[in-house]
């Protein structure tokens, strides 16, 4: 069989003249997300969360030993680019020392870190002076007109939070994901073997940018941003769940697709999410269970409980490349695809509105549902999909309590939230699970083809399972179907 063919994004031709555009928002409505869905923005950006997941799959290395990536790794050599951003985000956690959070009572946000944000945006064009090589920042300087550091201080600076709605999640996440692609595309990280820059930016810059966030999130008291609430997989964060995974996937040689399905040999079973003995001991090394551990650090109760989708995930048997595979697809329904996620997504020449020639065209018949909608437009015909990554507009997980083939959805049941142990059988439901609550049943079996309602929480299809009965240690021990799982 042929290789495949391994995309990743491409770099700025330093020779050929380039027009940068100060970067502004195209979403404003729920159709501007189809287009979103087709334009070379996206494109580029699903090239480059791939790119880096890739990477973090462990290598086939000579005699059949396995090469794995860790958080503490020292097969990871930074490059000097890599610990100039490392210097940015030092930088960044030094002005928390200088804006320390507000002592008076408040119950949602700090209102301090309104003025961490103004501090940043202040120092922004020095700090990015200090940290990124000059000839990069002042590319396409000629009189008044837009430069690369134009594009990629309005990336910098989406990264960190709203300082007006106190709030922080993963639509700030996939700024500094285009902050670092926007470096790669301007040849800002220097050539190297297949993956081995990628692996040192995640392991490097990513895991030290959601140590960063979650430091702010705990010192401001910042709010989830778009949050699905308890049915969304987390509050804040999504990539860590990405490339996490990876690390725990089968091994893969240069010239290998990304497996679907196993896992690492001596990897951790993904139900040790619910042990808080083995998160403690894997955050220190994997990206998954470091973002699983911050969850320890800010919530209490059962893990079933505060954080059922992620508790589904737990139950997959297929291993950790299943749920790799499920992350990319729930990566594309859950932030690329909504509205609330993406709409602050500023648009310029590094991640272009333009469309992408080889996209298919919107829907005409589903629009994203989870923000304002405008007359629908039915646009012109044209060739066949090619992108089988592309997801439906508005696609996602399912309400608990949506119904199928409805224009509307049916309301939940008043005084009970929609849990994953309702329908349950009495003996297995944990003693904590409220006697008297129910859920409307669903029936859609297929996670992916319908649209939820505006800011509809999204669920995975097992709440009708039995729910975990706690084992001698406390500790739930059951496997649950994800989304994604077959």
Known sequence: MANPVIRVLSILDPSTPHTFIQPTKKIHESQDVSTFLTSKAYTDIMTWILQLNRSMFPLKVADDNIQTWTLN????????????????????????????????????????????????????SDLLEECLPADLLHRGSSGEGATAETELKSYFLGSWGSGQRLDNGTGHELSFLAFLG????????????????ERAIVVGVIHPYLELIRLLIKTYNLEPAGSHGVWGLDDHSFAPYIFGSAQFSPAINDTDLTPEEGSLPNAPDPSGVAKANIVE??????????????????????????????????????????????MIKMYNAEVLSKFPVVQHFPFGSLFSWDRDPNAPLPSSTVHTTSGPQARPVVPDSGPPSVAASRPVPGAGTQAPWAKSGAGTRAVPPMGSAAAPWAGARR???????????????????????????????????WSAQPQPSPSQDGDADVHTKAPWAK
């Open 182 to 197: 926007g470096i790669w595309k301007l040849n800002g990280f220097p050539k190297a073997d297949p993956g081995v820059e």
């Open 73 to 124: 790794s020292d097969s990871i050599q930074f490059s000097a680019p890599v610990r100039q951003l490392q210097r940015l985000l030092s930088k960044l956690e030094d002005i928390i020392q200088e804006v320390p959070p507000d002592t008076g009572p408040r119950r949602f946000g700090n209102i301090s870190f309104r003025r961490w944000c103004e501090v940043v945006e202040s120092r922004a």
């Open 427 to 461: 003996e297995g439901i944990p003693s904590s699970v409220p006697s008297g609550a129910t859920r409307a049943p669903s029936i859609l079996p297929e996670t992916s083809r319908m649209p939820p309602g505006p800011m509809a929480p999204t669920r995975a299809p």
């Open 281 to 326: 001991r894997e955050r220190q090394t994997n990206l998954y269970f470091s973002a699983i551990g911050f969850i320890y650090d800010v919530k209490r109760g059962p893990f079933w409980e505060h954080s059922p989708m992620l508790f589904d995930i737990s139950g997959i048997r297929a291993g950790w490349g299943k749920i790799n595979k499920g």
